[in-house]
């Protein structure tokens, strides 16, 4: 049970939830994750039913309105989309001002998002509609934001987008230059799908952290971008492809997991807070992986063999029985990115791409009951400790 601190009283030391687990801090009708089980759910719609059947706008505008959209409902949300699709000059010169050599992709992302609300002529309006609006293009800039980080990086000039292609085709258009095949596409939209929303992970909850003080979206989106860049969250997915890359080929496997487990280091893209159960967005993502035969490269080729190793020492340890510990999403992002030639440092901007649809959703609905988020802390150290001055020290 937690102890409360109230009216300046305190009452010893209180029962510590380190890293929040466990904690609920808001009710939501957003997302529900049952990590016994291995199950996912969008506004209730399980997230299998919604890769094989569904596409990344008819996801997004699940999230942020509430409901599957009518026929008409997603032909106007495209067209909104696709009508904040283009990037304007001010951003493209951002992005191409900042240093590539230091700054991952991250950077230039977070510091882009903030940056559009100089162009966001409401930007005081926070009734639902302009926080509805602002999701619009929040869910489109975002794409062409990681799009033209990708191509800055790659050394391109910025392609301006294709109205005609769907978000996902458009996304890798914009990136590539090159109208994507349907696979190419399909695997695109799929992640988008499966990394749209995850309830109060770490970065939805950096998100709502900001925008609980009021703070508007931008700045809030740009928390949660800079939660999600670390590699215990998004950034794993990045980091599992090092890894795998590290490792080389399969042979080399056992000896890099147990060298790793023996000196106390996590593998990357294994575990996870709330799944105590295979992430069922792993699983599908597996799937694919293992269907990638006839449309992958060498190098995917050789990276499946590595993760399907490395899946199967660490099942033979029973790792999942003994604590919970499987696959996650971010596990088989390497071999399936690499695919469609997506390159390693652009996976996690991608999965912010993604994730944008949860975020804008989750602070929208956060802030009809909003509460400032405010935790406590146990103080420890020492108190009315004498100052001495410096020369005395
Ligand atoms: N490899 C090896 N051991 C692990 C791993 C892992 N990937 N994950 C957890 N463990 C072990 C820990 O060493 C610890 O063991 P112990 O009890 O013997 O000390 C136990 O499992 C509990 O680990 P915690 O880190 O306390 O568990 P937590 O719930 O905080 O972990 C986390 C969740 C941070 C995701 C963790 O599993 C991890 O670091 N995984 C690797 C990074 C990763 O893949 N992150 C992506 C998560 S999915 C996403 O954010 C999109």
């Not at 996912?40 to 997230?47: A, D, K, Q, S």
């Not at 009734?127 to 990708?150: C, F, H, N, P, Q």
């Not at 700045?219 to 999600?228: E, F, Q, T, V």
């Not at 596990?331 to 996690?348: H, I, W």
Request: proline letters at 4%; hydrophobic letters at 40%; aromatic letters at 8%.
């Amino acid at each position: 049970m937690l102890i409360h601190f109230r009216d300046k009283m305190e009452i010893g030391k209180p029962e510590m939830n380190i890293g929040l687990d466990r904690i609920y801090a808001a009710e939501s009708r957003i997302c529900k994750i049952d990590g016994e089980n291995g199950r996912l759910y969008y506004r209730g719609y399980p997230i299998d039913v919604l890769a094989e059947r569904s596409n990344f706008e008819e996801v997004s505008y699940l999230l942020v309105y509430g409901k599957l959209p009518s026929i008409e409902e997603l032909s106007r949300f495209r067209k909104e989309l696709r009508e904040e699709r283009n990037l304007s000059s001010g951003t493209i010169n951002m992005i191409s001002q900042m240093s590539k050599r230091n700054a991952h992709p991250m950077h230039i992302l977070s510091a882009t998002v903030a940056s559009i609300a100089s162009e966001d002529v409401d930007i005081n309006d926070r009734s639902d509609g302009a926080e509805l609006r602002r999701s619009v293009k929040l869910i489109a800039k975002m794409a062409s934001i990681v799009a033209t980080i990708g191509r800055y990086i790659g050394g391109e000039e910025y392609q301006a987008p294709d109205p005609e292609l769907p978000h996902a085709a458009n996304f890798l258009y914009m990136l590539t230059g090159k109208s994507p095949d349907s696979f190419q596409a399909k695997i695109i939209d799929l992640m988008f799908m499966l990394q749209a929303e995850h309830s109060t992970n770490a970065s939805t909850f950096a998100a709502l952290v900001t925008s609980s003080t009021l703070a508007d979206m931008y700045m809030s989106i740009s928390s949660g971008i800079n939660a999600l860049s670390g590699v215990l969250h998004g950034g794993a997915d990045e980091a599992a492809l090092k890894m795998m890359k590290s490792i080389g080929k399969p042979e080399n496997a056992n000896e890099y997991i147990e060298n790793a487990l023996a000196s106390k280091q996590k593998i990357m893209g294994f575990g996870h807070r709330v799944y105590k159960a295979y992430d069922p967005r792993a699983k599908i993502l597996r799937k694919y992986m293992e269907e990638l035969e006839g449309h992958s490269n060498p190098d995917s080729k050789t990276l499946t063999e590595i993760a399907l190793e490395i899946e199967r020492i660490m099942a033979a340890k029973k790792l999942g029985e003994a604590k919970g510990i499987w696959p996650n999403i971010d596990f088989f992002t390497g071999p399936v990115y690499t695919a469609v030639g997506m390159p390693g440092y652009l996976f996690t901007p991608v999965f912010a791409a993604s994730r944008i649809s949860g975020w804008c959703a989750h602070i929208i609905e956060y802030r009809k009951n909003n509460r400032l988020i405010r935790p406590l802390e146990y103080y420890s150290g020492e108190i009315g400790i004498e100052y001495v001055p410096i020369e005395k020290r």
